[in-house]
């Protein structure tokens, strides 16, 4: 007691309060551990793999994210205004921020998504994905709109800096591949701001270009652009100097850098321009939306010039064995006329009349020879006609029939006998072994070797052991030979 009581019924503080216990139901406990999440935790930004998704008639989407050693329950409501709701799907890597909470229901802690990333994926990766679906669902990257490249082009238009690297490497390939090939250079900023819209703008300027000169006669030299106005590197005459196709290109560098050619301006440029276009942007790991809507993509500015230059650097070891081909060519040809006229020859001595005579007899000598051929054959086939009639008519005769008739029966009936002969030994034999089995079983048998079966007189029950015996009850004892009756004493 904590203190002495003041009377027989005054007993104290029986239960002090420092002894008594504070007692949660289960759900206080969790609305205390879902406040205290929302508040410690609050808006989080987390990372892993999605796992059991599950997308609700209700518009509701649940998920788990997981890593290597822990997962989290998530859910994004139909109402959550999240962006890039469709790269929920298991097996995605992704960064969705939400609150921290708990489900009380289920005792079960979740995250309620309010925003969904790609894992890795920034704001330009983002919507460099958005952009590159929104073409290709408009068919801009569609295969079958792509154009081949002209297999010898004599004049090309070039959409790049005139002061970065890629121009040099592709000058570079070009004098050493094809130093006849003329370039028209549309000049422009290929990085920063305004730099997409420079890039669309000397795509059309080119195209815009080739159509006109090529639609101008000789007479209208005055009106025709001049080689600085349109960037030109030749001093052609204008009605030959349409394009044959366009390249548009760049250095590597970084998304930031190369992202004047993911703009949808320089996209819908490419898919409208009337030449076709290769894109060469940054290196082999780099792919823009231009190279996708482009009709040839290479990996590097030079892979785009050797591209572009390999039909005539190809035609230079076919001209180099023109010569000998020709050669080759001629002595094939008188050739085929020398074999024309061996032919010729051949023919004349076969359509000689003399020859033609000779043919015909021993034509005539070979038909004679299969007619007696054939009358000796048919008169075979007739004689062995006959006899087999003949041996059919002997096989068919009554007494020949009745005899094999007779002989038959004579074999059925022996077959008969030696049959139900076995039959009978092979029961026998298996009798055999069932008797002597039946005897080794037999009661009598085990009595023989000296035992006795004892059994109450009154009712014949088989005794087994002394206590189903009670005095003065008469027993019989059955041995090999007789029987012997007896009473119980004790």
Known sequence: MSRKAQSQWNFGELFPAELTRRVLTVAELTTTVRKLLEKEVGEVWVTGEVTNFRAQASGHSYFTLKDASAQLSCVLFRGEAAANREFL?????????????????RGQYQLIVRAVEPQGIGALQLAFEKLKRKLQAEGLFAQERKRPLPRYPQRIGLVTSPTGAAIRDVLHVIERRQPSLEIVLAPCRVQGEGAAAEIAAGIRLLNTWSAQTERRSPDRRDQELTAEQAGSETGAPAETQRLDLI???????????LWAFNEEAVARAIFESALPIVSAVGHEIDFTISDFVADFRAATPSAAAELITEGPFASRQFVAAAAHRLGQLVRQHLELDRDGLLQLAQRLVRVHPR??????????DDLQTALLRCVRQGWREQRTKWQTLQQRLVR??????FTLRRQSLRDLERRLREQSRHIVERKRNSLEPLQARLRLLSPENVLARGYSITTDDATGKVLH?????????????KLKSGEVRSVVEN
Do not use: F, H, M, W
């Open 89 to 105: 799907a298991d097996g995605q890597k992704l960064l969705v921020q939400g609150t921290l909470t708990v489900y009380e229901t």
């Open 396 to 401: 068919l005769r009554p007494s020949t029939v």
């Open 355 to 364: 020859r033609q005579l000779r043919e015909k007899a021993q034509y005539v």
């Open 465 to 477: 052991s002394a206590s189903e015996t009670t005095p003065g009850q008469q027993l019989k004892t």
């Open 247 to 257: 390249l548009i290109t760049r250095g590597g560098g970084s998304l930031e850098d």
